[in-house]
């Protein structure tokens, strides 16, 4: 059987269409499917609006020109009245542009991540909507709120007919400005820690890893994670249930 190439998993993290052919290939085979799985998580992370909002632009300080000079040995120097700067919108007044427009970066994006260039390894989410593949519901359980947050849902762990698993998970949580929210699978000492991806308030599907023994993970946790580029869990959980398989 061959399996889609590499640029051929990476249009599908993107969303973007594929041949019939490779379309059927795609639902048809677990492996290729936690492949893209596997590169969803930089292309979702990359959708949070706070992350695609362009910054304002700032000067190179005097000593890049210094350093041009020495390196090149032409005299190097900034022009006494700089071309004029199109102002850029704040980061709340800027439009992000959908996927679509912006598919030549990102596939240059999902390339890298193909590569392992970008946020490592580990088990990650594939984000859609409702799940449409059928499949039988193998256990729910409620998201109750922690501490003083209001964020609860229901996440429930569906078994499809090609024996891949998948969480559906229905998230009712405030909005974020300054971070974004992730879901995790840990274990019962709160040591071990799995990784599903970002997840918005809503409902959406999250692939589990074919090879995860979810007994040995029964805690769903929802964590509020800052845009630092750490991949480990914040420490702040806002909504948190246990499986009882």
């Not at 000593?63 to 120097?77: Q, R």
């Not at 390339?111 to 519901?137: K, N, Q, S, Y």
Request: hydrophobic fraction near 45%; charge should be negative.
């Amino acid at each position: 059987m061959q399996h889609c190439t590499p640029e051929q998993l990476a249009l599908a993290a993107l969303r973007e269409p594929l041949s019939a052919e490779d379309t059927a290939h795609l639902a048809a085979c677990a492996a290729c499917r936690a492949e893209v799985a596997s590169l969803q998580r930089g292309v979702d992370l990359l959708a949070v609006p706070q992350l695609a909002a362009p910054g304002a632009p700032v000067p190179p300080p005097p000593h890049v020109w210094e350093a041009i000079a020495a390196a090149t040995g032409i005299t190097a120097s900034p022009r006494a009245e700089a071309p004029a700067v199109v102002s850029v919108p704040a980061a709340s007044e800027a439009q992000v542009l959908p996927f679509r427009s912006r598919r030549r970066p990102l596939l240059m994006v999902a390339a890298a991540v193909v590569a392992g260039a970008v946020l490592g390894a580990g088990a990650v989410a594939v984000l859609r909507g409702d799940d449409d593949d059928g499949g039988e519901t193998v256990e729910a359980v409620a998201l109750d709120p922690l501490a003083d947050n209001d964020a609860s849902g229901r996440a429930t762990i569906v078994v499809r007919d090609d024996g891949s698993r998948v969480l559906e998970v229905d998230l009712e949580a405030s909005p974020l400005d300054d971070s974004y929210y992730e879901i995790w699978l840990i274990d019962q000492d709160v040591v071990g820690m799995v990784p599903l991806g970002v997840v918005r308030p809503g409902k959406q599907t999250v692939e589990l890893p074919a090879d995860l023994d979810v007994a040995a993970f029964p805690i769903v946790d929802v964590s509020v994670e800052p845009l630092d580029g750490d991949p480990t869990h914040s420490g702040v959980s806002v909504a948190r249930g246990e499986l009882e398989s």
